[in-house]
């Protein structure tokens, strides 16, 4: 990558990550404005396609001990409650039998989807969830979609002081509803190939990794293929979408009909860290083989070593494609302990990293039909 564009990179996404983009703030306006006139600049057309949503969405909860407040936040989809009872530590894969009845239960943020530990603490007769990050000390903002219990996040720093004592949990979530949109274009001609990732963020956070320097590599890697489309062999189709932490909504928009002539999707989703990965399996099975292949005769060709990893609780708009038959392939950074903290801002994102990407799929995608 040159350095001029590498330049141009930063500075672009400096603007687009100081915005904490939830799919109901202004912010996110703001971001989609960056992203249009950024696409205007470089001659490119483009589609704004317009949906509604309505969601639960996470809020700050309560958890006292005594008379001390301990800063939680609720987790988006749980219930509006408030519950007593003692507080004891509970892994769900080791502690299966375990009697948690009347119980508020705390837990590691990982292994197994908070969602099912929910409906687990449930069958089990607890009457909350407490998680917390093992790795670092600070709070999640998560989502469980519907849980049967309430569930909150708390600091780690925070765990020692509950374990063993009476505490109230109180679950507070806020109804959100907005005007959402996708914004998508093509590059090319031939045969169609989706490249996917979602502009919006968890609320409170920056969300640098996850996910917006992703929808910077996206507009750049968009912008030189652009400059020369007619050496190009396929259309990509370049598809930003919103509210894909909620559900992924944006893209399950997009594909009410599926495509005409679609048969390959890359989603970008967290590339921005350390640890860049190839998820061959996520929460929703196998990703596609025949594209992996692709992609690993392409890296081996550049002497670049990126591993496959399994991620169990793995979600992102490649599922949506997937469920349509389409070849996918997500593309992400495994392990990623920053997702969804406020840890996750522009001060730490991985450049070298990034530029990696960038030049990865550039080349990738220009020669996709010779590979």
């Not at 609720?74 to 502690?95: C, H, K, M, N």
């Amino acid at each position: 990558m040159k350095s001029e564009d590498l330049k141009e990179l930063k500075e672009f996404g400096f603007e687009l990550c100081s915005l904490k983009r939830s799919f109901y703030s202004s912010d996110i306006k703001k971001a989609k404005l960056l992203i249009k006139q950024f696409l205007k600049k470089e001659k490119i057309r483009f589609v704004e396609e317009k949906f509604t949503v309505s969601k639960y969405v996470p809020s700050e909860g309560d958890v006292y001990v005594e008379d001390k407040r301990i800063e939680a936040i609720t987790y988006g989809g749980s219930p509006i409650s408030e519950e007593e009872g003692t507080a004891v530590l509970w892994d769900p894969e080791i502690d299966g039998e375990v009697d948690i009845k009347g119980k508020i239960v705390i837990s590691r943020e990982g292994g197994i989807p908070t969602r099912q530990k929910a409906e687990m603490a449930e069958q089990g007769g607890a009457k909350a969830l407490i998680t917390y990050i093992e790795e670092i000390d600070t709070l999640f903002v998560g989502n469980v979609g519907k849980s049967p219990v309430p569930v909150v996040n708390v600091r780690r720093s925070d765990v020692q002081q509950l374990i063993g004592n009476k505490i109230k949990v109180r679950s507070k979530v806020l109804k959100k509803k907005a005007e959402c949109s996708n914004i998508y274009f093509d590059v090319g001609k031939g045969p169609l190939i989706y490249v996917t990732a979602h502009i919006d963020t968890k609320p409170f956070v920056y969300g640098a990794i996850d996910n917006g320097i992703s929808v910077v590599l996206l507009l750049f890697i968009a912008r030189e293929l652009h400059r020369k489309e007619e050496d190009l062999f396929c259309r990509y189709r370049f598809l930003i979408t919103d509210c894909e932490e909620f559900g992924l909504e944006g893209a399950s928009f997009h594909v009410q009909n599926k495509p005409e002539h679609a048969y390959y999707a890359v989603n970008l989703d967290s590339v921005g860290w350390h640890n860049p990965a190839i998820i061959y399996k996520d929460a929703y099975g196998y990703n596609d083989e025949e594209l992996m292949d692709k992609f690993l005769k392409h890296i081996k060709d550049f002497s670049i070593d990126i591993p496959f990893r399994e991620s169990r609780t793995g979600v992102s708009d490649h599922v949506v494609f997937k469920r349509k038959g389409i070849k996918s392939m997500f593309l992400s950074s495994n392990p990623f302990t920053l997702r969804h903290t406020d840890f996750d801002t522009y001060e730490l994102v991985a450049w070298n990293k990034v530029e990696m990407w960038h030049d990865l799929l550039l080349t990738f995608f220009r020669r996709f039909d010779r590979l």
